[in-house]
Structure formats: structure tokens, C-alpha cells
């Protein structure tokens, strides 16, 4: 099995990897607009609110808080602090960016089980330090998200854009009390820079047929089977280690009326992207504990797959309603099923955001 390499992972997850390979985006139309840079003495996430244009994704720092009217302290505290001296800047998604997310997904991102997981997007959103219009317009300059990842800047044919995800709506900048704002049309997906996808997504859902999967049924339980596959044996240590509990409960049998899809990353998945011991360290185990908890998805009501982390999922199935795909991963293989449920194989990692933006 061949897993394509890449680097640069969030410090939730605190791998080591020595290559880099960025994935490629969609096409990106949309040119910079030129102009002089703007001004607000506010801190950054209140400069941010105050921008209408940007009023979407000011609703998601705002909805860390809960039902408190304000950021969580780990933002409120962090970001918008104009006396201890440090500066940040915000590459801010407009709010047509979020035009092209599914209704469920802009929901589930705001609910308390995701809470995690939209820390880490806001987090890859925001930069160390105050970075300038000559910094944007330098090809291939680089620099670090809070969430840990490379923000890589490409200039071409008067288009800025960052890590060939999105585009920057406009050179110039708002110059904030403690750093800048720039405006970009995407959002960035941290975890596409890490764990890529080997699936055609420009294949229409259910236009194709295939053989249907070869099936092993199994005895035992989801727990049992996943214990005794050496190909797993990565994936099942670090779930057990990061949600003891969780693995507990897998030894239940899933209730009838119920099917629950188990999409497992194969060791080499892991090897590939280069996890140390410090992903199970307790500042990274809530991040890592929900991206391993991810792949168990519900698939009992085609169209309306869901994890079972509740973050909506796209399962692809072909005529014959096998499945070939989720998210980022293609179905290979075959799968090895107990009592209404079944545990298949893939070569990625799954990506909940992939395809959202």
C-alpha cells in the first residue's frame, strides 16, 4: 500500500514529519484588490465584529462562548488583548465564502460535540505576529498559524493565494490595535494539508456500479475485530489510549434499525503522516480522541450520514448502494462485518471539513 506523504500538522495532533507536499485546491478566480490599508485601533476579534462582511465568521469565534455573548477565554483573552504586547493577524473568510457550506455542517460546527474541531479551523485562521502586504506579495513565503500549520503565500497573475486553498480578497489589509486583518474568499481546511484524499470528487454520486466489496463476516464485536487486525493495530491503540470509555463501548453490539460504517485509518496511514507519542499527551487528547472517534459513522439512512461524533459525514455509494467513498477516502478492499455493523479499511485519515468548503 502507497500513502502519499504530508506535513505540517496541528498542534492538537503534534506530528513530526520531515517532507512537504501541499494539496492542490480548486481553481481560484477571484483577484486582489489593490488598495490602501484600513485602520481600526480595536483588538483584532473586535475589529473583526465590527466588519460586517465579516459578521459569519465572527458568529463562529463568538459562538466558543456558549451562551456568554463573547469568545471563549482561550480567544477573548488570547486575541483580543491589547496590553500584553503581542501581535496577531487574522486571514478572515468573507461571509460568501460560507455560501457553499451544506447548512447542517455551518450548524454542527457551532454545537458543543464540535467544539474541538471548530477551535482548531478558527485557530488555523489566525497568524503569529503582524503580517504585512509585503509579506503576501513575497512567492512562497511562509507563516505559522496558531494551529501549527504553514500559511504559504503564491502570487500569480495578480492572485494571492494561501496554501492553494483560497485567495486573498485584497491585498491591503485593516491595520488593528494589536495586528491586521486581510480578507480572504475560501476557508483554509488545515487537516487537507495533512492527510490529502484519493478520491475523484467530481464523480457524481451513484453514477457508477461496482462489485460490491468482498465481505468477511465476523464474530465478535466491533471492539474484537478491530483488536485482532494487525493492519489497525495503530488506530485501535491510540483510540484506546485517547477514549478508554469509548473503546469500552464499542464491545456492545449495535442496537437493531441501526448501522453504523467504521471507516479505519491502516497503519500505514500513521506511518505516512509520522505521529509521536506526544499526540496522546493530555493537552492534544480531546482534538486527536474526536478525529479517531470520527470515522465510526451512522449509515443507516442513505443522504443523511452522520458520525458518531454528531458532525455530518458524505458517504458516496455507487447504483448498486455500495459504498466507495467518505470524505476524503475511497473504499478499497474488503470489509469485515458483525452484527449491523462493518469495519472497512482506507488509506487516509478521515477529514470531517473535506468537501465542506
Known amino acids: 500500500m502507497k500513502v502519499t506523504k504530508h506535513i505540517y500538522v496541528p498542534l492538537a495532533l503534534i506530528a513530526t514529519l520531515t517532507t512537504s507536499s501541499l494539496v492542490t485546491g480548486s481553481s481560484l478566480s477571484r483577484r486582489p484588490l489593490l488598495g490602501r490599508d484600513g485602520t481600526d485601533s480595536s483588538p483584532l476579534l473586535t475589529a473583526i465584529s465590527n466588519d460586517p462582511d465579516l459578521s459569519t465568521f465572527y458568529s463562529l469565534i463568538k459562538s466558543t ?181 469509548f473503546f469500552y463501548f464499542l464491545g456492545a453490539t449495535v442496537p437493531d434499525g441501526k448501522t453504523l460504517s467504521i471507516f479505519a485509518p491502516s497503519n500505514g496511514v500513521f506511518e505516512a503522516i509520522g505521529l509521536t507519542d506526544k499526540v496522546v499527551q493530555p493537552s492534544n487528547d480531546p482534538f486527536t480522541s474526536y478525529l479517531l472517534k470520527y470515522p465510526f459513522i451512522d449509515t443507516s439512512t442513505p443522504g443523511q450520514d452522520k458520525s458518531i461524533v454528531k458532525f455530518p459525514a458524505t458517504v458516496r455509494r455507487d447504483e448498486g448502494g455500495n459504498i466507495t467513498s467518505v470524505n476524503n477516502a475511497a473504499v478499497k478492499g474488503e470489509k469485515t462485518c458483525v452484527k449491523n455493523a462493518c469495519i472497512y479499511t482506507v488509506d487516509r485519515w478521515l477529514d470531517p471539513m473535506f468537501g465542506s468548503f
Open 65 to 245: 462562548g456558549g451562551t456568554s455573548g463573547i469568545p471563549a477565554p482561550s480567544f477573548e483573552e488570547r486575541f483580543n488583548n491589547l496590553t500584553d504586547g503581542r501581535k496577531f493577524t487574522a486571514f478572515a473568510p468573507v461571509n460568501s465564502a460560507f455560501k457553499t457550506m451544506k447548512p447542517e455542517v455551518l450548524a454542527a460546527l457551532t454545537e458543543p460535540a464540535s467544539y474541538v474541531l471548530l477551535e482548531a479551523i478558527l485557530r488555523a485562521h489566525i497568524a503569529e505576529g503582524e503580517v504585512t502586504t509585503e509579506d503576501v506579495l513575497a512567492p512562497g513565503k511562509s507563516v505559522k498559524a496558531i494551529e501549527g500549520i504553514p500559511l504559504t503565500f503564491s502570487n500569480a497573475n495578480n492572485t494571492v493565494t494561501i496554501n492553494n486553498q483560497t485567495s486573498l480578497a485584497s491585498t491591503s489589509r485593516t491595520v488593528v490595535g494589536n495586528g491586521a486583518i486581510f480578507k480572504i474568499n475560501k476557508l483554509i481546511d488545515l487537516l487537507a494539508l495533512i492527510y490529502g484524499t484519493d478520491v475523484d470528487v467530481n464523480t457524481p454520486i451513484g453514477s457508477t456500479s461496482q462489485p460490491p466489496n468482498e465481505t468477511s463476516e465476523g464474530s465478535g464485536t466491533i471492539a474484537s475485530i478491530l483488536t485482532s487486525s494487525p493492519n489497525l493495530s495503530t488506530f485501535t491503540s491510540l483510540l484506546n489510549l485517547t477514549s478508554p470509555d
